[in-house]
């Protein structure tokens, strides 16, 4: 099943951790035909070639469902930013598959998150459009009137300026064009986040498409208020798994400026996990290999917990809507 403009992504990231521990963010928001990308067209500069990246060591790495990447904790983060090449999608048309690749603040160890990025997805016809957005959790995602297509390369930052003021901006260096904005936000500050995503589609389900290597660049975040590289900032490797506990995006470790690192697609397929259109449950693509009891519901805008099982272990997820 196809996306149509009814349906809006959301994203949804379970951390496989001792203490059951949760991430969640966003990806995308309904089709907006005037982001559609050109298949090909002249770049005003080449892509830089991807830094050949050993891969972060198995033990390191924290097993999700629909994130890969990394992420810090354990101090109070008022600033993240990060720049990557936008992935050329090679699906075939009608596949039911998208990515995103941003950069955010908080989801890790709360249930706020503030982030940004781009995005490859399928519009109602099968065909590969890619966009910018936004997103303040609980509230859904904007699409950001910056043009890109693949091979562009973007830089985007969040940094608040002053207790719940953010700024927000991309920078399109291949175009020349630029975006930015200041926002309201209440963020308990407590991660930062480089992250490549599967998103969750609502009313239906969504695999991970075959970006290919994405580089992170230009990792930073300011840290109990120390401008710090992702490697300073003590972030850990992130993994995504399907539901047989196979990698499906891997990250690379931190290249020697400790600022930058790769994720790479695997040739594993993904287990998509959907939204119900009702709102009531969190379907897996393969119900055979779970089953879900809701512990919790809200109205629609202020979301509802749904607790997780599978043979390998629970999970505890948060979804917004």
């Given at each position: ?264 697609r695997t040739d594993a397929p993904s287990s998509p996990l959907a939204l119900s259109s009702d709102g ?42």
């Amino acid at each position: 099943m196809n996306l149509s403009s009814v349906f809006r992504f959301l994203s949804l990231c379970v951390l496989v951790l001792s203490i059951g521990a949760l991430v969640f963010g966003d990806g995308a928001l309904a089709q907006n035909d005037a982001h559609v990308a050109q298949e090909a067209r002249s770049q005003t500069e080449a892509p830089q070639p991807i830094p050949n990246l050993p891969l972060a060591p198995a033990g390191s790495n924290t097993d999700a469902l629909n994130w890969a990447g990394y992420t810090a904790t354990g101090g109070t983060y008022t600033s993240v930013s990060g720049s990557w090449t936008v992935p050329h999608i090679r699906n075939g048309r009608g596949s039911n598959v998208a990515d995103a690749t941003w950069i955010g603040i908080g989801g890790v160890t709360s249930n706020d998150l503030i982030q940004a990025g781009t995005e490859a997805i399928p519009d109602s016809n099968g065909t590969i459009i890619y966009r910018a957005w936004m997103e303040l959790l609980p509230s859904d995602s904007k699409i950001v009137p910056l043009s890109i297509s693949p091979g562009d390369s973007v830089s985007v930052s969040i940094s608040e300026e002053s207790s719940g003021v953010w700024d927000v901006a991309f920078e399109n260096s291949t175009t020349g064009k630029s975006y930015e904005t200041t926002v309201h936000y209440n963020s308990s500050l407590s991660s930062a986040d480089w992250v490549e995503e599967m998103p969750v589609e609502v009313g239906g389900a969504v695999g991970l498409d075959y970006f290919g290597t994405i580089h992170f660049s230009g990792g930073y975040a300011i840290k109990d208020g120390e401008t710090v590289t992702i490697l300073a900032s003590g972030a850990s490797p992130l993994r995504m798994d399907n539901s047989d506990g196979d990698a499906v995006a891997e990250p690379s470790e931190l290249g020697a400026d400790g600022a930058s690192f790769n994720v790479s697609r695997t040739d594993a397929p993904s287990s998509p996990l959907a939204l119900s259109s009702d709102g009531t449950s969190a379907l897996p693509s393969d119900r055979s290999l779970y089953s879900f009891a809701t512990a919790g519901a809200d109205a629609p805008g202020s979301g509802y917990t749904i607790t997780m099982y599978r043979d390998k272990g629970g999970y505890r997820i948060i979804i917004r809507y």
